[in-house]
Structures are given as C-alpha cells and as structure tokens.
C-alpha cells in the first residue's frame, strides 16, 4: 500500500457513521457528489486511497454545515467504539486511556501490520509526564491530525475518564499531519 492508502475499514466506518448520525440519504448524497475513483463502494479489507474519505469528509462538510476538522474529530471519537468491537483484544488488561495510548505506537500499530502487511498508520509517540499528565505526538503522511484528536478523545470516554486534550496543530509536511497534545486526567 502506498503512503496514500488507507485500508478500507477506515472507509466502511465512515460511512456507517454517516449514515447513523445523519442519515442513509445523505451516504449516498455525499458519496454521489464526491465522484470518487472507487464509485464509493467499500469492503473493509479493501485498499483506496486516503484522498476519497477526505472527499467525503469535504462534501459532508458542505452538506452539514460543520467544519471538515469537527468532522474528523467526531469520527475519530465514533471509531474509537467500533475499535474496541472489532478489536477487543487490543483492550485486554488494559486499566486506563494513559495506558491504552502508550500501547498504540509499540503494540497496537504492529499488530494492525500483522494483520495487514502494506498498513502504514501513522507514528504516535507518548511521553508520561506523571501519573495525570502525558504528552501524545502524532505524525502521518496524512492530514488526519484532527482525528486522532477524537480517536483520543473516545479513548478517554471509552475507559470513563475525564480528559482534558490540548490539541497544538505543528507544521509537519501540511496541515493537519502533524500535532502534539497535551493530556491531563481530570479529578
């Protein structure tokens, strides 16, 4: 898979997350008006390239009415919960979001190339700070920035915390391809 791909699960849970949050109609509007490559017919399994679910993300935006970031975000948040179903085993013995997201760079990314040899997430690196502070930095080939915020943000639901995220936009080789954010465990 090319740095551009994105495994079509990605796409899959979009589109469900569409469809469940807005409604069938509007899928099918926003995957007709993105003119996509694919046709917008995805399996999960399948490879497309990230560009399409930008697309979509653009189109639902203009359809919505809500910025593609917040978008992003709010997906980020949704997949978190489908993660824990499609794969719970990534959840074992886990105790809290700190933990969970300290796993992610060392465990969960190459399990997910275990499973899907040409997979190429993106680099998260954690720094603890103490037992209520961690520093979290993302960096992709993608601009998906905005949805590892929400990724981070249904991780902190997902284990019943209250997480404060400071989300710091960085450079990185464009926009939303790179960010740091700060963590804080709340009471």
Do not use: W
Request: net charge negative.
């Amino acid at each position: 898979m090319g740095l551009l791909q994105m495994k079509g699960i990605i796409f899959t849970e979009f589109i469900e997350m569409v469809e469940s949050r807005f409604s069938v109609e509007v899928a099918e509007q926003i995957i007709e008006a993105a003119d996509l490559p694919s046709g917008g017919s995805y399996t999960s399994l399948g490879t497309y390239s990230h560009h399409e679910v930008l697309k979509l993300v653009i189109k639902l935006s203009s359809v919505s009415g809500v910025n593609p970031a917040d978008l992003q975000f709010v997906f980020g948040e949704y997949l978190f919960g489908r993660f824990n179903e499609v794969h719970p085993e990534f959840f074992d013995g886990v105790q809290g979001s700190f933990e969970f997201l300290s796993k992610v760079q060392e465990y969960i990314h190459v399990e997910v190339r275990k499973l899907y040899s040409e997979a190429n997430p993106p680099t998260l690196t954690c720094k603890r700070i103490d037992e209520r502070h961690m520093e979290l930095h993302y960096a992709s080939h993608r601009p998906f920035a905005p949805l590892a915020f929400g990724l981070i943000k249904g991780c902190g639901i997902h284990f019943g915390e209250n997480l404060t995220i400071h989300y710091e936009p960085l450079l990185g080789t464009g926009d939303g391809t790179e960010a740091r954010f700060h963590l804080t465990l709340e009471g």
